[in-house]
């Protein structure tokens, strides 16, 4: 019986579909070559109290990049509290990079190229300590796993004492010693810190903060101080705080009818490092 034209498939058939069928099995392999995308997570809403970022702990090569980014309403910047620090993209729209509230943004995204191998520890600019994570970066050229001692010495906060200890400013946890109202009225932010005996002689600073887009006709929202309290020579115990906001404030509420705001608190003992905690309100007429 004569074969028909077509019946089976020819070489040249067979070899195209072994092509294809190799160069669909290195899709995958260039879709995992995206750099690693670090995301400030505000969890609770737009004005909620935790704020993290996305997939730290990580262990990535030397020479590799990384995406860091903040697509929310609440500011976040990135300061590296390690000596060795990577080249990140800097400018309008990209990562924020400091050591103070004023290098936070809103709406950001940019990538750090980190060539050095090493251990690279970040806080946020806006919520310091209580908003970090590391990155290690392997000298040999081949990603690992991160392992347990990597996790358990990289999430550390330094030597600030967490909220609570013995050697803590405050009067148990930040939750709880450290109050404000989320919603309040007027043209004054108020609120409690209660301390411990651990910060007798030492400073407190209280700053609010808006969003300068709020406070004029500005298109980036970088943050503005609208309002400063300093106490010093502290006592244990309770303490009120009443920030009075400034007139360019006073202005925009008025205007507005409500203004979202920063509070952070800045607690300095007499011994030990500072302590920040922020806190975020919504102010009405």
């Known amino acids: 019986m004569r074969k028909t034209k077509g019946s089976f498939p020819s070489r040249r058939h067979l070899l195209l579909a072994a092509v294809l069928g190799a160069a669909l099995a290195v899709l995958p392999g260039v879709a995992s070559s995206e750099p690693l995308l670090v995301e400030a997570i505000n969890e609770g809403g737009v004005y909620g109290e935790t704020h993290r970022w996305s997939n730290v702990p990580q262990t990535i090569n030397a020479g590799e990049k990384v995406t860091f980014s903040n697509p929310g309403e609440v500011p976040h910047g990135v300061e590296w509290r390690s000596a060795v620090k990577p080249a990140c993209e ?51 050229g081949t990603t690992t796993a991160t392992t347990t001692p990597t996790t358990t010495t990289t999430t550390t906060t330094g030597t600030t004492p967490p909220p609570g200890s013995e050697s803590s400013p405050l009067e148990g946890p930040a939750s709880k010693s450290v109050q404000f109202a989320k919603s309040q009225h007027g043209d004054s932010v108020r609120g409690t810190v209660n301390l411990a005996q651990s910060a007798v002689g030492g400073r407190l600073e209280a700053d609010v903060f808006a969003q300068s887009a709020l406070l004029a006709k500005a298109k980036q929202r970088s943050p503005v101080r ?20 400034n007139a360019k404030a006073r202005r925009a509420l008025k205007r507005h009818r409500r203004l979202a ?10 011994s030990g490092e500072a302590l920040s905690i922020n806190r975020t309100v919504i102010q009405h007429v």
């Open 226 to 245: 609208v309002g400063q309290l300093v106490r010093s020579r502290l006592g244990a115990g309770r303490l009120h705080i009443s920030v009075a906001l």
């Open 90 to 140: 800097e400018g309008a729209g990209k990562v924020p990079v400091g050591t103070t509230f004023s290098a936070s943004g809103t709406k950001w995204s940019g990538k750090c190229t980190f060539s050095q191998a090493g251990s690279y520890l970040f806080y946020c600019t806006v919520h310091g300590a209580a908003m970090s994570g590391t990155i290690t970066v392997n000298a040999s």
């Open 261 to 270: 705001l920063t509070v952070k608190i800045v607690l300095t003992p007499a």
